[in-house]
């Protein structure tokens, strides 16, 4: 599910999502990854929360520029980087 008002448009943003998630804040069940993905209808980037059959829990949109810019912070979490 990915809430049309809720975009995710600053790395500092991602972070604390991440950390949303990671700390159980979004009541979230069964979650197993985050990936950043792309929409296959329109090709618009988002967050996307998994659970691990890879089934999307939870999505939120992303500006361009944390797509691109935001795949470290993903892949290594937000306490390992600055």
């Known amino acids: ?3 049309d008002n809720d975009i ?7 972070a604390a999502f991440l950390r949303l998630v990671d700390n159980g804040g979004l009541g979230l069940k069964n979650v197993a990854g985050v ?11 988002f967050v996307a929360v998994l659970d691990d059959n890879h089934k999307l829990l939870l999505g939120r949109w992303v ?7 935001g795949k470290e912070l993903v892949r290594q979490g937000p306490k390992k980087l600055h």
């Open 1 to 3: 599910m990915i809430n």
């Open 8 to 14: 995710i448009d600053t790395l500092e943003e991602l």
């Open 35 to 45: 990936a950043l993905a792309t929409n296959n209808s329109n090709g618009r980037p």
């Open 63 to 69: 500006t361009q520029y944390v797509f691109e810019n």
